[in-house]
């Protein structure tokens, strides 16, 4: 049984930062992209950063330049640093592991809750 486990939201005031983590068991993710992102109440669900097995990670355009994503495969998990955050970051952060074009499943965590106080 594949699992996502976020941890590390709470409540922060503006401007302050969050390191949030995600702990993948049941599969390793060595050879897997994975993702961030967002959902704020009442909106669609947002990519907030994809974290390729090699090379630089992707950002979306609201968060580029505060937040910063990496992965450590020993540990099988990844991390997502928010930096100078501000209400609109407001929202549940997800973990995710896309499908591959092999067949394989998606995988999502249960999500942390983010809230910047102004």
């Known amino acids: 049984q594949v699992t996502l486990v976020e941890s590390g939201g709470g409540v922060v005031q503006a401007g302050g930062s969050l390191r949030l983590s995600c702990v993948v068991s049941?599969?390793?993710?060595?050879?897997?992209?994975m993702g961030w992102f967002r959902q704020a109440p009442g909106k669609g669900r947002e990519m907030v950063a994809s974290v390729p097995s090699s090379g630089p990670p992707k950002y979306g355009d609201r968060v580029r330049g505060r937040f910063t994503s990496s992965r450590d495969n020993a540990k099988n998990t990844v991390y997502l640093q928010m930096n100078s955050l501000k209400s609109e970051d407001t929202a549940v952060y997800y973990c995710?592991?896309?499908?591959?074009?092999?067949?394989?499943?998606?995988?999502w965590g249960q999500g942390t809750q983010v809230t910047v106080s102004s």
């Open positions: 995710h592991i896309p499908a591959k074009n092999d067949g394989s499943s998606a995988y």
């Open positions: 049941g599969i390793t993710i060595t050879d897997n992209l």
